[in-house]
Structures are given as structure tokens and as C-alpha cells.
DNA sequence: ATATTATTGTTCCATTTGGAACAATGTTGC
DNA sequence: GCAACATTGTTCCAAATGGAACAATAATAT
């Protein structure tokens, strides 16, 4: 009889690499940064390919697609990149008329920044695919659990000081 | 009496940067990767500041320290990065001294790869920062919920075909 | 009022990154 | 046995990235 005692072993090779959710000194960090890649890098690589869209310009696309009117300092804070990075991606999808720019009455260093229909058209075209992957990964879960995760995420969510 | 019926606006400027998270269409995967984000890049930049390892640098560096022996295609997969990036890293490290590198005997295109006591030192130092930035995190939940979110975790994971 | 400090968005530039092609080794199918 | 294909790790190079300095505007202090 073969040895099945191990969790998984892909590798052929003896090595098991899904040992190390268990093992290391910040399971919950570890876990959750690994669901995050696996959720998103593969769709961002799809994007990519389809779209030729990289991944802080979907963000911004993502983030305006749900917010009406943000400022690039919003959008660097909800999606933790730098200031540069969104300011490039905003020349992007400018050009390429995904969104508008309104310098803002009250603050003369801010510009206010809006999807276009464009902008959403391609938005609603991208949605499926990250809806599609986060299917596949939390039907894992119960409906149950399922709830209790979204409960969890929501208060954590929450607790974080944007 | 003033409009306090809003979640939460740190911008002052009457967009609630939090609300994103109810409205979108995928609200787990855009909360685990905004968790997975605010967990783990502050952390980052210390690590680089303090000790000049990049993120690909050290997530190598964590995985062998709980793995005892692996290869560059197995970091590859754990952690999501593309291979010519752990290349560089192992060459890194190598030259610093915090991992060894011997052919393996069975399998000639492999190198496996193991920590030295440096780099388990090295790590032993960069841990604790995780641990904080987790702690101050997961502290908004109680006991039983960070022990449902654990096992919620967990199964997710496991569900994921490494 | 005015000086000081802070914030926003941008540009510059050195560094990092990752796709593609490659050589070396293994595996599979016939 | 050997041809076709797959896998590992590396190098090359174009593109993405992010820190730092900057100009413009705003907020704060005196």
C-alpha cells in the first residue's frame, strides 16, 4: 500500500507544498494573501491579454465604475498604489475616453474624475470574469459559511482605517 | 442636527471611500485583496527600508524557512510570482548567504533550495513585524469569530488547486 | 496679512518586473 | 530507441513601477 497520509503532493517530488498554510507564524496574513493572488492574478493576466489593460488601470476603472466621482488621491488610498501610478493610469484611460476630469470648484489642487459609458460598457464586460473566478474559489464554501465569511471580511473591512 | 448617517469620510469632502465594499459586484474578492494589501505592504516597505529585501526576496526567504527544501518552481507556485523573479531572488540570497542551493540528484534540471541559519535569523527578526500588522487587524473580531475566520480560511485554501 | 506647513497631481529617473526565447534535462508515445 | 513534447531555471529586454523632487493650491499659525 502507498503512503496517502499526506495532505496533497503535486509535485510527485515528495514536497508538499500546501503544508506550509499550516505551519507558518502568520497563517491568517499568509492565507489571505495567498487567496488574494489566486482571486485576481489570474483574471488580471486575462485583462491584460484581452484588453491590454493593466492592473492599476482596472483598478481605477473598478473603483470609479462603483463611486460616481473620486479624486486620483481616493483611488491611490482604496487600492494602496502610488500617487504616480494612478496619475499615469488616469492619462491612460483619458485617452483612450474611459473617464472624464472636472477640476473641483472647491479645491483648487484636486480634480474630480468620472467614468464615461465607455468606461462602464468596458467595465461590465470585465465584472464576469472576476465574478466567474471568485465562484470557482468560494463554492468551496457552504452558504452558509459563505455568509459568516462576508460577515467576517465586512468587519474587518470596517476596522481598517482607510 | 448634521447628517451623521454616512459609514465613514475621512476625505472631508462628502465621498465615503468605504462604501465601496457594499456596492460592488464582487465583494469578497475586492475585500480579501484590500485586506491581503493592507496586511501585508506596510510591512513590505519596512522590510525593504530596514533591510533591503524586496517583497519577492523575502516571500522566498519565508517560504523556505517552513519548508526546509524546495525549488525555484515550487516558490513560483506558492507565492504567484513568475519564475525568472525567484531566479533573481535565489541568486540574491544566494550571495548574501541567506539560502544554499544543491542540485538535485534525482531530477537534473532542479536546484533545491534550503535556508541557512542567516537567513533563519534574518527571518526571525522580519516576523514579528507580520505578526503586529495582524494582530492590529484581526484584533477587531472576537475569539470565536478569528477561529471561524481561521477555518473558513483554511478550507478555502485547501480548495485551491495549488 | 503673511509665513509655514500640508496636500494634490505630475514629471523624472533608476530600479523592478515579467514575458519570451533559450539550453539542459526529463517524460511520453510509438 | 528515438522523436516529439514538457519542465526547470536562466538570460535578455521592453515595459511597468515607485521614490523623490516639484509646482500649484490650500490650511494653519502667528
Redesign the pocket.
Known amino acids: 500500500m502507498s503512503d496517502d497520509t499526506e495532505t496533497s503532493d503535486d ?3 515528495g514536497r508538499d507544498l500546501m503544508a506550509i498554510f499550516e505551519r507558518n507564524e502568520m497563517p491568517d496574513t499568509f492565507r489571505i494573501s495567498f487567496l488574494a493572488n489566486s482571486l485576481v492574478l489570474p483574471v ?2 486575462e485583462i ?2 484581452e484588453y ?1 489593460l ?4 482596472y483598478l481605477l476603472l473598478f473603483c470609479l465604475s462603483n463611486m460616481t466621482e ?7 488610498q482604496m487600492t ?12 491612460r484611460m483619458l485617452r483612450d475616453g474611459y473617464l472624464t ?1 472636472s477640476p ?10 468620472r467614468i464615461t459609458p465607455a468606461g462602464q460598457k468596458l467595465h461590465k464586460q470585465i465584472v464576469p470574469k472576476f465574478a466567474e473566478r471568485q465562484g470557482a474559489l468560494l463554492g468551496a464554501l457552504t452558504g452558509d459559511e459563505r455568509q459568516k465569511l462576508d460577515q467576517l471580511l465586512s468587519k474587518l473591512v470596517l476596522a481598517t482605517t482607510l
Chains 1, 2 share one sequence.
Open positions: 509535485t510527485g517530488t488580471y493576466d491584460k491579454r491590454d493593466s492592473r492599476g488601470e473620486l479624486t486620483a488621491q481616493d483611488v491611490a494602496g498604489r502610488p500617487r504616480n501610478s494612478i496619475s499615469r493610469a488616469v492619462h476630469r473641483d470648484s472647491e479645491d483648487g489642487r484636486q480634480v474630480l474624475l
